[in-house]
């Protein structure tokens, strides 16, 4: 069973649409997060929830909203896609309160035409 | 603020030679350190951690890295690489809530 599954693997789509990726993770954890890496491989952290309350917010568009039904799912919802946006989206949970380990997803790579 | 710096984008490597991957960082209070690794087309993986004790942290496949406190650093080695070790390595750095992750560097072994 993969620990943390996201979907779709792979999302190509024109600029002005929306779109969604879903995230699940089996491992029982509090907290998970949405990261994105940029074509050159820098991994910056979006958002986080814990429990399914926003904990942390990063400078991110308001074209970008995260939803957390329950505290396994943490879903990206992108409005009005831009080109800027292409990039690989890797989800991620969080072991441990204090030790801050994570798991990440197989990632998603969204290319926006 | 808290950073992550890692000073080789990118290394090349012979089968069998040794290897040094530098990171530093900046962060305010007790910090967490991690390296993650990505191999080609895969997720990242945790290859060690260090939160407290023994600053030489060992992690999986004969990596293991060292924290030197005083110059802000968490060098990772292996003495030995192999082809399979052909990968993105992350560092990063954090503490309770959020991690912050260096710019990576990219490891090419060449059989």
Not at chain 1, 90 to 95: G, L
């Amino acid at each position: 069973d993969t620990a943390v599954s996201q979907t779709p693997k792979y999302l190509v789509t024109q600029m002005g649409n929306d779109k969604s990726i879903k995230c699940e993770q089996n491992l029982g954890h509090d907290t998970m997060y949405w990261y994105k890496q940029d074509s050159k491989k820098f991994l910056k952290i979006m958002f986080s929830y814990n429990n399914k309350e926003l904990i942390i917010n990063e400078t991110v568009p308001n074209r970008f909203s995260p939803k957390s039904p329950d505290k396994a799912h943490l879903n990206l919802h992108i409005n009005s896609l831009e080109l800027g946006d292409s990039a690989v989206y890797f989800c991620a949970s969080r072991e441990g309160l204090a030790k801050n380990i994570q798991y990440f997803g197989a990632g998603t790579r969204l290319s926006v035409l | 603020a808290q950073s992550v710096s890692q000073h080789n984008h990118h290394v090349i490597l012979s089968e069998a030679a040794s290897l040094e991957l530098g990171c530093n960082y900046s962060y305010g209070g007790t910090v967490n350190l991690f390296w993650y690794v990505q191999y080609p087309g895969q997720h990242l993986q945790l290859l060690l951690k260090y939160f407290s004790g023994d600053p030489l942290v060992k992690g999986i496949k004969g990596f293991e890295a060292e924290f030197i406190k005083s110059k802000f650093s968490f060098n990772l080695r292996k003495p030995s690489v192999q082809w399979s070790d052909t990968a993105e390595y992350f560092c990063a750095a954090g503490g309770y809530q959020k991690v912050t992750f260096g710019t990576g560097t990219k490891l090419q072994v060449i059989p």
